[in-house]
Every structure is written in structure tokens, then in C-alpha cells.
């Protein structure tokens, strides 16, 4: 299969209805690996639609038909014989592939693009020069037989693996929302919409698409939570899979717009834009295939580049992993093991994880089994971080869109293939997708040195969220600072009101929660980093404490103040580091603690009152704040 020379490029051949009146043959050296490897890819991408439109023999076998061909041309170059004409090479080889529906633009641009044809034509008579080497190189990467790739089965498990997610995450917010969000929860929601009316106009739902401008009753959380529970559940099961994809979408938009600090995080965005995906998926399998890899690779490569942009010493000098399994917000109890590991080992982990994310996000468009040992490096990472750390659906999430690097040989599902091309409209959705995509980077790696065009582009496309930026760890926290409630009903003997699963007490193991995400504890630990002034809501709960707000109460742990909530409340600050075995032997206990000093002062009931917050000694700075409709 080589060629010695470059042919002539002839005429487009005639349409598909009529070239396949007609079997043309495809003539190879039967002898050759190579050959026989990539004339089976051939035969299987022409053979579905136009069934015998191509027959594929070896020379060996029909030589003699041919006495003008020498047996050192049939050796050279594969031979394309037509009712019409003779064609060879590269010329051959993409008439041949024009007979593959999904595969025509290949021929197309042979065709009408001069630079690509040249390219082609090199690349043909290069690897035909060396298809020992070629064939050797090509096993490992693509398999033992060269076979096209089918997605359905694949799709099938990542659109459920998607709606499974999307379940978890409907569900936990609804448990949650009414001591969040609602009325009187933390920062209600009808209170942030109303500023967002007053300084966005009546055209401020462009800027923030949520059913919320509706309505910020209790109602419409609960409306919202529960189509997209639905949505899940219709999803998981694949019933009307498109129109469930969208619903859920609208519903977890809404509520993300709605949740302020306690539903921005980046599972949240990714979700969002996973559900879009789903709906892709159930309609267009390959070109959901390709938008699930595009999402893996940005997701994957951001996380890493973010890590090294930032200038984070713990990343370049690979000490990262002796901060992470005891800082992050909620460890698992084989945290505290792994964080007691050798230095050494941490540190290879910490250079393993960072060549996942910068190295092996490239090998998502590589060859099949480039992508498989991608996705098998990457699915490792997330169970490492899903066994050490509570993260909700989020490593799951991940692991389930890596799927889409596999194809269905690969989970050995038996499906009957499709070979039809996408349409012109699903094409170009991928095209502007990936453009986005390729914004989103450049964004991220320009550090905000990109022109006034990309800006416009990303901020108009930016409140749907349908292709977000992701960077996770960028800055790795070195110490953990926990923010203990302690309430009291003369202001001198305090007793802590417990949050369920955060760590506080130190004799208790860090406890297993996901796919759950106790978002109140979740904040805390934000709280702890960011100070007063980064967490003024923080005041909006002492508040709710103070007048033991059922639903806020429900998010916490159980209160030693039975009869009626405590008079007076605060919050005191503690560095808590995890106990070495050796303490941990002698003590029993888990963490240890010091001292650090009040983080939020005193505060009190001073008389009896109907109203909610009526009597609450507190600067109303910290009450519902509106300074921004971006909240």
C-alpha cells in the first residue's frame, strides 16, 4: 500500500446513487499487515448503506484481470478500478471513504482544499515507504483490529449517569433550600430577586435567565425542585430523554441564579452544562460524543493550568497533597490516613495528578487506546479524590463523562451501528461549542489579555451557562480554621450549636456524606477563609439562631438548647490540624485543635418580640445584603 509517485487527482467522481449501480474494486497488497488492518476499517464504514458498492480483493487474487497493472504498481499503492476509471493512493483511498456518510468532508476537503490534498498525498507515500513501522505503531494505538467506533450504549450510560447526578443534586438542594433560600431561611431568595428588579430593570432576566423573576415564594423552589427531580428520574430511565434534559436544565438554572453563595459552585456549572449535553446526546449520539470530550478535556486541562498560573508554591513544589487531605471543607475518615502518608509518596502523588490534568487532556483526541488510558488515569484520580473527600455527585459526574473517551467495543455492548452523517444544524452547534470552549481557555491562560470581541462573545453567551471555565485547587489552603457556634442564655457558660457533619468535635471520625452536600457546612469553611467581610451572611444565620428558625435549625446537628433557642450566640475561631498516629493511638482523637479567638462577637436577644428580627442586637450591614445584582 504505497505509492511511488503522486497521482493525478481526477474529477469528482459522480454521485453515491449512481457510483453504486455498479461494485467498484478496491485492489491491495494482501500480503501487507498494514493493508489488510486499514482495507478492514474500509470495508466495514462502505458496507452498512451501500451494501457491495465496494468489493475489496488482493492483488494476488486478481493480478491477471489487470495485465496493463505491473505486480510492483499493485505493490506501490492500492488501485481503485471504476466502471469509469483507475484511480490510486491517497485518491483512491478518499473515493473510497466518500462511500462512508459520516466520513465525506475527508473527501470534500481532498477535493477543493489544495494544501490539504498536498498534505495527504505526502503522508500517503511517506507511510506507504514505512507501513512496517506504521503497522507497528498503529496496533498499540488504535487496537488489534481497526475497526469504526460506536457511541450508542456509551451515550446511553452517560445520559443516565447524567440524569443519576442530576437527582442527587435536586434532591439535596430541596432538602436544604427552605433554611437557605426560602423565606425564612439565610438569604431568601424573594429578597434577592427584589434587588436584582430594582437594579437590573425589567430586562434583567437576560442577565440572570431564572424562573425566579416569576415569583420568590417558597412555592416556586418547591415547584422548581420538583420538575427536577422528574426531569431526573426521567432521565435515569430514558423516557422523553431531550424534553427531560431541558427541563431539568431550566429548573437547575433557575435555582442556581436563586442559590447565591450556597449554590455557586463549579459541580453546580458543570451540571448545568451536562444537562445540555444530555439533550444532545438523545439526539445526536456523535456529536454528543464529541461535545463530551470537548467538556472533559477543558474541564480536565483548566484544572491543571489553573494550579500553575496562580503561582501557588505548594504546586510547584509538589507539597500540595500535605495541605489537601486535611484542608479541604468536609474530609472523609481516609483523609486522615492518606494525609499521614510518607512526604515522598505525597509528593509523587501531587506530580502524578498534576501530568493528569496538563498531559493527558491532549490523548482525549488522540487514537482509541490513548483515550481509553486517559480515561482510566482520569477515573482514577476522581475515585482518589471522591474516597478522601465529601464533594457531593461531582466525582461521579466527572467519571461519568469520561465514559465518553470509551466507544462500545470497549464496555462490550452489542448494538447495531449507525453510520449515518449528523446534520448540517448539529455540525455547526459543535463547531460554535467548541469555539466557545476555545475561549474559555484562552480566557483562562490570557489572564484577562484578550480582545474586546471575546468578551462580548463570552459575556453574552456566559448567562445560560450552556460552556463554563473550570480551575479546581488553583490555590492550595495550608491551614484549616474552623468556625465553632456557640450559643448561651446568660452570656457567660456557652455550649456549641453542632453543625452535623463539618469537623468539631475531636474525637469523631470525618464522616461519609455524598452524594449529599450539606451546603451550610460547606460554607463555613469558606466563611473560615474569607473573614466577616467576605461571609456577610454569616450574620443573617446568627440571626435565624437567635430565633430558632425551624428550617435553618434542621440544617444543623442537634442543639443542647431544647426548651427555646439560646439568648446570646457567636462564633469563636480554632486551627484544627489532623493527629499523627502516634497522638491518635494515645488520645483516640482525630484532630486537634488550638485556639485562635472570636470570630464573630456576641450578639442577642434583647427583648421579647413578635417579629422575626425584631430585638436582634446586630449591625444590619449583615442582614440581607443587596450591594450587587451578581450576587
Same mark, same amino acid.
Given at each position: 500500500?504505497?505509492?511511488?509517485?503522486?497521482?493525478?487527482?481526477?474529477?469528482?467522481?459522480?454521485?453515491?446513487?449512481?457510483?453504486?449501480?455498479?461494485?467498484?474494486?478496491?485492489?491491495?497488497?494482501?500480503?501487507?499487515?498494514?493493508?489488510?488492518?486499514?482495507?478492514?476499517?474500509?470495508?466495514?464504514?462502505?458496507?452498512?448503506?451501500?451494501?457491495?458498492?465496494?468489493?475489496?480483493?488482493?492483488?494476488?487474487?486478481?493480478?491477471?484481470?489487470?495485465?496493463?497493472?505491473?505486480?510492483?504498481?499493485?505493490?506501490?499503492?492500492?488501485?481503485?478500478?471504476?466502471?469509469?476509471?483507475?484511480?490510486?493512493?491517497?485518491?483512491?483511498?478518499?473515493?473510497?471513504?466518500?462511500?462512508?456518510?459520516?466520513?465525506?468532508?475527508?473527501?470534500?476537503?481532498?477535493?477543493?482544499?489544495?494544501?490539504?490534498?498536498?498534505?495527504?498525498?505526502?503522508?500517503?507515500?511517506?507511510?506507504?515507504?514505512?507501513?512496517?513501522?506504521?503497522?507497528?505503531?498503529?496496533?498499540?494505538?488504535?487496537?488489534?483490529?481497526?475497526?469504526?467506533?460506536?457511541?450508542?450504549?456509551?451515550?446511553?450510560?452517560?445520559?443516565?449517569?447524567?440524569?443519576?447526578?442530576?437527582?442527587?443534586?435536586?434532591?439535596?438542594?430541596?432538602?436544604?433550600?427552605?433554611?437557605?433560600?426560602?423565606?425564612?431561611?439565610?438569604?431568601?431568595?424573594?429578597?434577592?430577586?427584589?434587588?436584582?428588579?430594582?437594579?437590573?430593570?425589567?430586562?434583567?432576566?437576560?442577565?440572570?435567565?431564572?424562573?425566579?423573576?416569576?415569583?420568590?415564594?417558597?412555592?416556586?423552589?418547591?415547584?422548581?425542585?420538583?420538575?427536577?427531580?422528574?426531569?431526573?428520574?426521567?432521565?435515569?430511565?430514558?423516557?422523553?430523554?431531550?424534553?427531560?434534559?431541558?427541563?431539568?436544565?431550566?429548573?437547575?438554572?433557575?435555582?442556581?441564579?436563586?442559590?447565591?453563595?450556597?449554590?455557586?459552585?463549579?459541580?453546580?456549572?458543570?451540571?448545568?452544562?451536562?444537562?445540555?449535553?444530555?439533550?444532545?446526546?438523545?439526539?445526536?449520539?456523535?456529536?454528543?460524543?464529541?461535545?463530551?470530550?470537548?467538556?472533559?478535556?477543558?474541564?480536565?486541562?483548566?484544572?491543571?493550568?489553573?494550579?500553575?498560573?496562580?503561582?501557588?508554591?505548594?504546586?510547584?513544589?509538589?507539597?500540595?497533597?500535605?495541605?489537601?487531605?486535611?484542608?479541604?471543607?468536609?474530609?472523609?475518615?481516609?483523609?486522615?490516613?492518606?494525609?499521614?502518608?510518607?512526604?515522598?509518596?505525597?509528593?509523587?502523588?501531587? @506530580? +502524578? *495528578?498534576?501530568? $493528569?490534568? =496538563?498531559? !493527558?487532556?491532549?490523548?482525549?483526541? %488522540?487514537?482509541? /487506546?490513548?483515550?481509553? &488510558? @486517559? +480515561? *482510566?488515569?482520569? $477515573?482514577? =484520580?476522581? !475515585?482518589?479524590?471522591?474516597?478522601? %473527600?465529601?464533594? /457531593?455527585?461531582?466525582? &461521579?459526574?466527572?467519571?461519568?463523562?469520561?465514559?465518553?473517551? !470509551?466507544?462500545?467495543?470497549?464496555?462490550?455492548?452489542?448494538?447495531?451501528?449507525?453510520?449515518?452523517?449528523?446534520?448540517?444544524?448539529?455540525?455547526? !452547534?459543535?463547531?460554535?461549542?467548541?469555539?466557545?470552549?476555545?475561549?474559555?481557555?484562552?480566557?483562562?491562560?490570557?489572564?484577562?489579555?484578550?480582545?474586546?470581541?471575546?468578551?462580548?462573545?463570552?459575556?453574552?453567551?456566559?448567562?445560560?451557562?450552556?460552556?463554563?471555565?473550570?480551575?479546581?485547587?488553583?490555590?492550595?489552603?495550608?491551614?484549616?480554621?474552623?468556625?465553632?457556634?456557640?450559643?448561651?442564655?446568660?452570656?457567660?457558660?456557652?455550649?456549641?450549636?453542632?453543625?452535623?457533619?463539618?469537623?468539631?468535635?475531636?474525637?469523631?471520625?470525618?464522616?461519609?456524606?455524598?452524594?449529599?452536600?450539606?451546603?451550610?457546612?460547606?460554607?463555613?469553611?469558606?466563611?473560615?477563609?474569607?473573614?466577616?467581610?467576605?461571609?456577610?451572611?454569616?450574620?443573617?444565620?446568627?440571626?435565624?439562631?437567635?430565633?430558632?428558625?425551624?428550617?435553618?435549625?434542621?440544617?444543623?446537628?442537634?442543639?443542647?438548647?431544647?426548651?427555646?433557642?439560646?439568648?446570646?450566640?457567636?462564633?469563636?475561631?480554632?486551627?484544627?490540624?489532623?493527629?499523627?498516629?502516634?497522638?491518635?493511638?494515645?488520645?483516640?482523637?482525630?484532630?486537634?485543635?488550638?485556639?485562635?479567638?472570636?470570630?464573630?462577637?456576641?450578639?442577642?436577644?434583647?427583648?421579647?418580640?413578635?417579629?422575626?428580627?425584631?430585638?436582634?442586637?446586630?449591625?444590619?450591614?449583615?442582614?440581607?445584603?443587596?450591594?450587587?445584582?451578581?450576587?
Amino acid at each position: 500500500m504505497s505509492d511511488a509517485s503522486a497521482p493525478v487527482r481526477s474529477p469528482e467522481p459522480p454521485a453515491l446513487e449512481s457510483q453504486a449501480l455498479e461494485p467498484w474494486l478496491l485492489v491491495y497488497d494482501g500480503d501487507c499487515g498494514f493493508c489488510r488492518y486499514t482495507v478492514d476499517y474500509a470495508r466495514a464504514v462502505t458496507d452498512v448503506e451501500a451494501a457491495g458498492s465496494v468489493r475489496y480483493e488482493p492483488y494476488q487474487r486478481v493480478a491477471g484481470d489487470y495485465p496493463d497493472i505491473s505486480v510492483d504498481e499493485f505493490r506501490s499503492s492500492i488501485q481503485l478500478m471504476t466502471p469509469a476509471s483507475r484511480h490510486r493512493g491517497a485518491d483512491a483511498a478518499f473515493r473510497v471513504l466518500a462511500r462512508a456518510p459520516r466520513l465525506r468532508a475527508w473527501s470534500w476537503c481532498y477535493r477543493n482544499l489544495p494544501l490539504f490534498a498536498w498534505i495527504a498525498e505526502a503522508a500517503y507515500r511517506f507511510t506507504a515507504r514505512h507501513r512496517g513501522a506504521a503497522y507497528r505503531i498503529a496496533r498499540p494505538l488504535f487496537g488489534a483490529e481497526l475497526r469504526p467506533a460506536d457511541y450508542v450504549r456509551t451515550a446511553d450510560l452517560i445520559v443516565r449517569g447524567i440524569g443519576l447526578s442530576a437527582l442527587f443534586a435536586f434532591a439535596s438542594w430541596w432538602w436544604q433550600a427552605a433554611g437557605l433560600v426560602g423565606s425564612h431561611g439565610i438569604l431568601p431568595v424573594g429578597d434577592y430577586f427584589d434587588a436584582a428588579r430594582a437594579q437590573l430593570g425589567p430586562w434583567g432576566w437576560l442577565q440572570l435567565p431564572s424562573l425566579y423573576w416569576l415569583s420568590g415564594a417558597d412555592w416556586m423552589t418547591t415547584a422548581l425542585c420538583a420538575v427536577g427531580v422528574v426531569a431526573s428520574a426521567l432521565l435515569l430511565v430514558r423516557v422523553a430523554t431531550t424534553y427531560a434534559a431541558l427541563a431539568a436544565y431550566v429548573c437547575y438554572l433557575s435555582l442556581e441564579y436563586g442559590g447565591g453563595v450556597f449554590l455557586e459552585f463549579q459541580w453546580d456549572i458543570l451540571l448545568i452544562e451536562t444537562l445540555l449535553l444530555a439533550a444532545v446526546l438523545s439526539r445526536q449520539v456523535r456529536i454528543g460524543i464529541w461535545l463530551t470530550r470537548l467538556l472533559v478535556f477543558r474541564f480536565m486541562f483548566l484544572s491543571g493550568v489553573v494550579k500553575l498560573i496562580s503561582g501557588d508554591p505548594t504546586w510547584h513544589g509538589l507539597t500540595a497533597l500535605d495541605y489537601h487531605f486535611e484542608t479541604q471543607p468536609l474530609p472523609t475518615v481516609l483523609a486522615w490516613y492518606f494525609h499521614n502518608l510518607p512526604h515522598g509518596v505525597l509528593r509523587a502523588f501531587t @506530580a +502524578a *495528578a498534576l501530568a $493528569i490534568e =496538563l498531559v !493527558l487532556p491532549f490523548f482525549v483526541f %488522540g487514537p482509541r /487506546n490513548a483515550r481509553r &488510558f @486517559a +480515561a *482510566a488515569a482520569f $477515573i482514577v =484520580l476522581e !475515585l482518589l479524590i471522591l474516597l478522601t %473527600g465529601n464533594y /457531593n455527585f461531582f466525582n &461521579f459526574l466527572t467519571i461519568v463523562l469520561c465514559l465518553g473517551l !470509551l466507544d462500545d467495543r470497549t464496555l462490550r455492548a452489542r448494538v447495531a451501528p449507525s453510520r449515518a452523517a449528523a446534520p448540517l444544524r448539529w455540525r455547526v !452547534l459543535l463547531v460554535a461549542m467548541a469555539a466557545l470552549g476555545a475561549l474559555q481557555i484562552h480566557q483562562t491562560l490570557g489572564r484577562g489579555t484578550f480582545a474586546g470581541w471575546e468578551t462580548a462573545i463570552l459575556r453574552a453567551a456566559d448567562p445560560l451557562q450552556a460552556v463554563n471555565s473550570y480551575g479546581l485547587f488553583a490555590v492550595m489552603t495550608t491551614e484549616r480554621d474552623e468556625l465553632i457556634v456557640e450559643g448561651s442564655d446568660d452570656g457567660f457558660e456557652w455550649r456549641a450549636l453542632p453543625f452535623e457533619f463539618k469537623p468539631e468535635a475531636l474525637d469523631a471520625a470525618p464522616r461519609w456524606v455524598a452524594p449529599y452536600q450539606p451546603r451550610l457546612d460547606w460554607q463555613m469553611w469558606f466563611a473560615a477563609l474569607t473573614g466577616r467581610e467576605g461571609a456577610p451572611w454569616v450574620g443573617n444565620l446568627l440571626v435565624r439562631l437567635l430565633n430558632g428558625e425551624p428550617a435553618v435549625m434542621r440544617l444543623m446537628g442537634p442543639s443542647p438548647f431544647v426548651a427555646k433557642p439560646p439568648r446570646f450566640v457567636r462564633i469563636v475561631r480554632y486551627r484544627y490540624e489532623f493527629t499523627t498516629p502516634e497522638q491518635r493511638e494515645r488520645t483516640g482523637a482525630w484532630w486537634g485543635r488550638q485556639y485562635l479567638g472570636i470570630y464573630f462577637p456576641p450578639v442577642r436577644v434583647a427583648a421579647e418580640s413578635a417579629g422575626p428580627n425584631d430585638g436582634v442586637h446586630i449591625d444590619r450591614e449583615y442582614l440581607f445584603p443587596r450591594d450587587d445584582g451578581d450576587d
